[in-house]
Each structure stands twice: as structure tokens, then as C-alpha cells.
């Protein structure tokens, strides 16, 4: 015989969107800023302008938009 709790029943709501997105975009500038500084180790001095666009402008604004989804997440709670 099977039981249910009320913990089970209520179904756990995820990430909001705007969280997951902000955690993709600075996953991938992180990525670009570990690949920019293993290409200036391995000499290379003309890097492709995306990747330095993604090291400079893409892991802030992933940063940015983590941080607003949080702010916007506590404000709902209270």
C-alpha cells in the first residue's frame, strides 16, 4: 500500500527562467575566458573578436541577470 505525504503532493517549483539563463550565459564566458588565457599562454596574439566578446561582455551580463532573478525571486517570497 502505497502513502503519499503532503511534502511528495507539492510539486517543487524550479529555476525561473531568467536564473537559468543568467547561469548558461556566464557558463559559456567562463568558458571563453579559460580558452582567451590558454591561447595568450600558448602565444597567440590575434584572438577572434567573438571570443573576446564573449570573455568581456557575456559572463557579466550572465552575471547580471543571475543577480537580478535572485533579487526578483526574494522580493516575491516576502
Known sequence: MKTTSKEAAVATPGKPFLMRLGIGLFGIGMLAVLAVFI????????LPIWLSVGAGVVTPLGLLLG?????REARAKS
Open 67 to 71: 543577480l537580478i532573478a535572485l533579487v
Open 39 to 46: 591561447m595568450f599562454a600558448a602565444g597567440l596574439e590575434n
